[in-house]
């Protein structure tokens, strides 16, 4: 049995479920008073300023917040109270742009976009379309919460799906203080089904990559090390093969901050995350190449800025409005969060990217 | 002044110590990066020496930086502490072995 770890912002009805009162501390305080630059002025040293959105290579659309973890660290505050979940309306529209836009990547995320009722009919629409690497992210508990979902990694092998799990560790302790008690047994139980049915083996098309980020207020290691780390613990103690391992950084928004700041690390953080800028990193940041696409059909530089509830500078701000042309060159809409993006290698939903 | 001989934030500051001797400064930090590089001793594994010597040597700020250091390396708690007690057994293991010298004497003085 899994137990929550905890609820989300919404339900515990807390201040920082706004987004402006999240932007508000992320503007306020160290960055007020001169301690740290604002992100526009440290990537204006570098002429760097405005960020402008390249040619689309990643359309990414979340499915809907709802979850069935209520992990410590969600920037999406997901869980099983969220309702905001995307409709089939809004997915034709999607559909629509997945088969007209540039883009190579489809990349599906929620929550836990299995829970969309509409997830199976959506995914086999979308995989038609032949588009080059579809992702799903998948908490992997899923695969293990309910009988209907037991057959998730065959349906993803059907067609071709690119699996993307997360996993902080490969030990139970750590997994579970971030996760929630008795994640880590079902994780490593999903992972062996999805190995079973070909997933993550050297060699086979089947890709499964795993995510890391780091359980608590310190920045992910070398994601190379890790891989090498993760691969030797999870082969010796589980016999599980997967392909990359993702280190990604954790964004001080929504649930995150909110520990930030309980367990009095926030300043500290955003030191951090300040110190280890790499301006190589901002030359290659994901909302310059992506878009999200939100449940109800509104489009975001990055998921990080749709939880922020900062939609991108253009006229076309719903995927019905869709225009390629008109997005590209956009400025992209920035804030102090942003310095999580920027840190040491970089850091985006594909890992690092310096 | 400050109330306390010690300050967290004067860790972020260790590389102003260039500032008043800059080759110098400079030399240690490119051999101070070299010595933590991957070599025969993974990063990981000299982390966890850094460490263990953090608490040998008492110093505040490296047990901060390394205690970190572990952490975004995937370094356990119970690896940490591990580490922690070969510090303690080496460092108590040679206060004790001087007992041999005092043996020694008393014996010579006494015997």
Redesign the interface.
Known sequence: MTKLKTQSLHKKGSDLAQSNRQLEILSNGIFQNGDLPKFKDKISETNQFPLKAKQLEILQINVGYMCNQVCEHCHVDAGPDRKEIMTRDTMLQCLEVIKNSGAHTLDLTGGAPEMNPDFRWFVEEAAKVGIKDFIVRSNLTIIRANKKYYDLPEFFKKHNVHVVSSMPHWTRGKTDKQRGDGVFDKSIKALQELNAVGYGIPDSDLRLDLVYNPSGAFLPGDQMSMEKDFKKALMEDFGIQFHNLFAITNLPIARFLDYLIASENYEDYMYQLVDAYNPAAVANVMCTNTLSVSWDGYLYDCDFNQMLELPVNSKAKHISDFNEELLEGRNIVISQHCYGCTAGAGSSCQGVVA | MSKTYYDPADL?KFGNITEWSEELGNKFFDYYGKVFE?GAL???EKSLIALAVAHTEQCPYCIDAYS?DG????V??EEMMEAIHVGAAIKSGATLVHGVQMMNKVNKLDG
């Open positions: 972020r991957d993974t990063a990981r970190k952490l975004q390396r995937g356990t708690k």
